[in-house]
């Protein structure tokens, strides 16, 4: 039941705010980087991609009507929905994809679940993965391991860090702090 209800939810949520843009005027921030209208329908619609998920990364610069996207996949499939995704957005005129696509390995798929496994299944990081789509991304590529994302607080970053430090040793850390929104406590 959830399954079906959640497409049905975002589409409704989506069209809300393609017939309301004067209700969404005001600046919107994510990770601490103000986004226009055009970033922000980039960002929603890369968020919502099939199959895009945990392992996983997308960015994008948009200037001028290009969109350039980049980061790491682990299915070509998900490099190609998503230049798809974008270039059907008003305002944009031309997609230049720079996703990389992760090379297949038995090894990496092991690491990433292993990582997954170290950061997510214990308290208190276990909440960033009852989301829909976890915000610490995973991304394992010749068993070198790379965490992205956003996380809630510095303390988050640190844990999630040393977590996965007890998996892999050849580990980067890429992890942004969000700013914490007026009137809301952690």
């Given at each position: 039941?959830?399954?079906?209800?959640?497409?049905?939810?975002?589409?409704?949520?989506?069209?809300?705010?393609?017939?309301?843009?004067?209700?969404?005027?005001?600046?919107?921030?994510?990770?601490?980087?103000?986004?226009?209208?055009?970033?922000?329908?980039?960002?929603?619609?890369?968020?919502?991609?099939?199959?895009?998920?945990?392992?996983?990364?997308?960015?994008?610069?948009?200037?001028?009507?290009?969109?350039?996207?980049?980061?790491?996949?682990?299915?070509?499939?998900?490099?190609?929905?998503?230049?798809?995704?974008?270039?059907?957005?008003a305002?944009?005129?031309?997609?230049?994809?720079?996703?990389?696509?992760?090379?297949?390995s038995?090894?990496?798929d092991?690491?990433?679940?292993?990582?997954?496994?170290?950061?997510?299944?214990?308290?208190?990081?276990?909440?960033?993965?009852?989301?829909?789509?976890?915000?610490?991304?995973?991304?394992?590529?010749?068993?070198?391991?790379?965490?992205?994302?956003?996380?809630?607080?510095?303390?988050?970053?640190?844990?999630?860090?040393?977590?996965?430090?007890?998996?892999?040793?050849?580990?980067?850390?890429?992890?942004?702090?969000?700013?914490?929104?007026?009137?809301?406590?952690?």
């Open positions: 039941m959830k399954k079906i209800l959640k497409p049905k939810l975002l589409a409704i949520a989506y069209a809300m705010i393609l017939l309301a843009p004067g209700a969404f005027a005001q600046e919107h921030k994510w990770a601490g980087r103000t986004l226009d209208e055009l970033e922000w329908a980039i960002h929603d619609r890369l968020a919502a991609l099939p199959f895009h998920g945990v392992f996983d990364t997308l960015r994008f610069e948009a200037h001028d009507g290009t969109v350039t996207l980049t980061g790491q996949v682990v299915k070509e499939s998900i490099r190609h929905n998503a230049e798809r995704a974008v270039s059907r957005i305002g944009v005129d031309k997609v230049v994809n720079r996703v990389e696509v992760l090379p297949s038995r090894q990496d092991a690491l990433r679940m292993n990582v997954y496994r170290a950061i997510y299944e214990k308290a208190p990081l276990d909440r960033y993965g009852a989301r829909d789509l976890p915000p610490i991304h995973i991304i394992v590529k010749n068993g070198a391991v790379s965490l992205e994302g956003v996380v809630d607080s510095d303390a988050d970053r640190t844990l999630a860090y040393t977590r996965a430090l007890q998996v892999t040793a050849h580990l980067s850390e890429n992890l942004r702090v969000a700013p914490q929104q007026a009137g809301e406590s952690r």
